[in-house]
């Protein structure tokens, strides 16, 4: 147990699929990330919330929406997602300027 | 694009042996972390330097940052099979953003 809790560890969807990825934390840090994981690439930063707001939007389609509903929680919904999109989704918290605590992760898979 | 490159990508020893991992930048940075990460799981932070030429020890691994802020090495001695994972160096400038390396994959055997 990190601190930082990712559900599901696992997602197999088609491409004309609606899913979610959540995340959360109760370590009191205020900013949460979004990094995508994929093989042979450094881990890629999709988003960053700061005390629940969007400081980073780092030009990720928009067939990823994240939601920070406050700042223990972080969700990624999902929506009409390319094969190419498969990947290990991670989440991160931190109380800046502190290292970051990462999840498990969610191994996406899109069919 | 600031890239930190780390060398070597892969690494294959036997146990007891000593290894040394770099991660190069162009880019000064404020502090430079190293996470390993083991399959199935998240990276874990093993370490944050933030000096130019700190050093920091963690049992049997040594960490340093470069005296310009922009470079930074591990090195481990008399490695153990616990020791195989990925590590990752991570390099912050004042904000809350890492940029990660191209990380070092690091198999030990018994």
């Known amino acids: 147990e990190t601190g930082v809790t990712q559900t599901p560890r696992h997602l197999v969807m088609g491409m004309t699929n609606k899913k979610s990825l959540k995340c959360e934390q109760h370590?009191?840090?205020?900013?949460m990330y979004w990094y995508k994981q994929s093989a042979k690439k450094p881990l890629e930063l999709m988003f960053v919330?700061?005390?629940?707001?969007?400081?980073e939007n780092n030009s990720v389609p928009s067939r990823f929406s994240p939601e920070c509903p406050n700042s223990s929680h972080l969700f990624l919904h999902l929506h009409t997602l390319q094969p190419e999109d498969s990947a290990l989704y991670l989440c991160?918290?931190?109380?800046?300027?502190?290292?970051?605590?990462f999840g498990s992760g969610t191994r996406l898979t899109v069919v | 694009t600031q890239l930190l490159e780390q060398s070597p990508q892969f690494l294959s020893i036997q146990e007891g042996e000593n290894l040394t991992v770099y991660c190069n930048s162009s880019?000064?940075?404020?502090?430079l972390q190293w996470y390993r990460q083991e399959p199935g799981e998240g990276p874990v932070l093993l370490v944050t330097?933030?000096?130019?030429?700190e050093v920091k020890k963690l049992k049997r691994l040594t960490f340093q940052f470069g005296d310009a802020r922009k470079d930074s090495s591990l090195h481990i001695t008399a490695a153990q099979p616990g020791d195989t994972g990925l590590y990752l160096c991570?390099?912050?400038?004042?904000?809350?953003?890492?940029?990660f390396g191209t990380g070092t994959r690091l198999q030990v055997f018994p």
């Open positions: 991160a918290s931190s109380r800046n300027p502190s290292g970051y605590t």
């Open positions: 370590l009191g840090h205020n900013a």
């Open positions: 330097v933030v000096t130019g030429g």
């Open positions: 919330y700061n005390f629940k707001e969007q400081t």
């Open positions: 991570a390099g912050a400038h004042n904000t809350d953003k890492l940029i």
């Open positions: 880019s000064v940075f404020s502090s």
